[in-house]
């Protein structure tokens, strides 16, 4: 199976297409990668050099890959970070295209647009457009609490909300969404929590905090994620296998102190994906 990635490229670490990528070979799929930013390493480090890609020269890209006459064998498209309007509506341009050609091909939206103590990172057009426009196209939807509260329009803080901002955004399209970095009420400072949505109800799953900041876990999980809802299409299953391949990555990151994820060293546990927290459904 063929996986359309759209998304952010690093020369050095693992965030975007450098932590999609890979992962998603490991697990079987052929990966058709185009990077919408080419940069030496991502923004965190305060320092980096590059470009973002023009959105003319990204479409240019997918045109090509269309012009193979591959798109029928495109079970499914991954976007990440945007940065632009303009950019998005390439990518999204792109998504009705592969499903033209390949009618039962999936979406999942990665709406990368900032972060829990951080704020908005992005151009403040972003939420607009996400909620606007790739919100009712998007098949699956990986947001964290700060984006599922951006989206919904209100603030996420116990369960019972994370349910009904979840159910706000399941009626307007996508089939299933992955709610990250679930810090509500009901979990110990200690713990944090994922929760998967879908139509049919909502199942979480909680670990351990680690002390580490991980940049590049989003994209880790919404690539997890989009593999295992393509092989299990059991939202239990499917919730038990990200978390569990997404935590093997950051225990063996934490281990080896590495400042990006040890993607590579923990490809056997990320892979193997073995459940390791129990999945409880809540509603």
């Known amino acids: 199976m063929a996986i359309l990635s759209i998304q952010s490229a690093v020369a050095y670490g693992r965030v975007g297409n450098a932590a999609a990528v890979f992962p998603l070979e490991r697990l079987g799929f052929e990966v058709w990668r185009v990077d919408t930013v080419l ?6 480090y305060g320092h980096w050099r590059g470009k973002v890609l023009e ?6 890209i997918l045109t090509g890959i269309e012009e193979r006459g591959v798109f029928p064998e495109c079970e499914a498209v991954l976007s990440g970070y945007l940065g632009t309007p303009a950019l998005g509506a390439a990518v999204l341009d792109a998504v009705a295209r592969v499903k033209r050609a390949h009618p039962r091909a999936l979406y999942c939206s990665d709406p990368v647009m900032g972060d829990a103590g951080r704020g908005l990172f992005v151009k403040p057009e972003l939420p607009a457009f996400f909620r606007e426009r790739a919100l009712p196209a998007a098949d ?21 909300e994370a349910r009904s901002g ?7 399209g996508p089939r299933a969404l992955l709610a990250t970095s679930l810090d509500v009420a009901e979990i110990p400072p200690d713990e944090t929590g994922i929760l998967l949505a879908t139509k049919a109800g909502g199942w979480l799953a909680r670990t351990p905090r680690l002390p580490m900041v991980a940049n590049g876990a989003g994209d880790l999980t919404a690539a997890l994620f989009l593999a295992h809802y393509l092989r299990l299409r059991d939202a239990p299953a499917v919730l038990g296998a990200t978390v569990s391949g997404v935590y093997a990555v950051l225990e063996e990151t934490l281990r080896l102190r590495s400042p990006e994820l040890a993607i590579v060293a923990a490809q056997d546990a990320l892979v193997a994906a073995k459940p390791r927290f129990g999945v409880e459904r809540v509603f």
């Open 39 to 44: 940069f030496s390493n991502h923004t965190g």
């Open 55 to 60: 959105p003319e020269l990204v479409g240019e």
């Open 140 to 160: 699956l939807l990986t947001p964290n609490r700060f984006e599922l509260e951006t989206l919904a329009g209100f603030p996420v803080t116990t369960l019972a």
């Open 166 to 172: 979840a159910e706000a955004l399941l009626v307007r």
